[in-house]
């Protein structure tokens, strides 16, 4: 059970925006910057997103990213096929002491 | 390019000590000013961040993992290392170094920009 809360799958048809959650608490979300990482099949995770809503150079900006609360979540606008992959949400949380990972969401296009 | 190579034993028996190194291309340990990780994908489990070193020797590891967790770093090799002791079948995983970039290490967070490729280890009994 990771301290982070994502869903553990979501689908949207090719074009559409699809939102995917990221559940926390004070100690990590709340306080804290949020990272987004996207893993495609059989590679390594790539960044996606830092420090909450930045994005590096070379991430597409449909990719954006935010957080209100004790919550964040990451929007793909206009999916597209090769966006299939797993999406993992990640933050420091104090009380642990150590950058924590969500469970992953893995996002279908259909 | 920064990039990044695990090396090391694919199989370890259980409770033994496993060893991984990463070794670096394209950036400096020594001067760099950057944070060396190591992460694990655990087998339907997600992401764990293991650990970080920095090129003093200074180390900050997952409070979870703490106890078995040794890292060290060469610089003249342009290398970290990880070692792992006492492990379970539930260490096996894909283990993973990468880099936290220089100015980014803060105590709100820090990020992954460059990873290896990844490297599977299983613990066999």
């Known amino acids: 059970q990771s301290v982070l809360t994502q869903p553990p799958s979501a689908s949207a048809t090719p074009g559409q925006t699809i939102t995917i959650s990221c559940s926390g608490s004070n100690s990590n979300i709340g306080d804290n910057y949020v990272y987004w990482y996207q893993q495609l099949p059989g590679t390594a995770p790539k960044l996606l997103i830092y420090?909450?809503?930045q994005r590096p150079a070379g991430v597409p900006a449909r990719f954006t990213a935010s957080k209100s609360g004790t919550s964040a979540s990451l929007a793909v606008s206009g999916l597209q096929s090769e966006d299939e992959a797993d999406y993992y949400c990640a933050s420091w949380d104090d009380s642990l002491s150590s950058m924590i990972f969500g469970g992953g969401t893995k996002l279908t296009a259909l | 390019q920064v990039q990044l190579q695990e090396s090391g034993p694919g199989l370890v028996k259980s409770s033994q000590s496993v060893s991984l190194t990463c070794s670096v291309s394209g950036d400096s340990i020594r001067h760099s000013g950057a944070y060396w990780n190591w992460i694990r994908h655990l087998p339907g489990k997600g992401l764990e961040w293991i650990g970080y070193?920095?090129?003093?020797?200074?180390?900050q590891s997952n409070p979870s993992l703490k106890s078995r967790v040794s890292l060290s770093v060469d610089t003249s090799k342009n290398q970290f290392s990880l070692e792992l002791d006492s492990v379970t079948a539930a260490d096996t995983a894909v283990y993973y170094c990468?880099?936290?970039?220089?100015?980014?290490?803060?105590?709100?967070?820090?990020?992954?920009?460059?990873w290896g490729r990844g490297i599977r280890v299983t613990v066999s009994s």
């Open positions: 990468a880099r936290t970039p220089p100015l980014f290490y803060d105590r709100s967070g820090f990020h992954f920009d460059s």
């Open positions: 070193i920095y090129f003093s020797g200074y180390t």
């Open positions: 420090r909450t809503d």
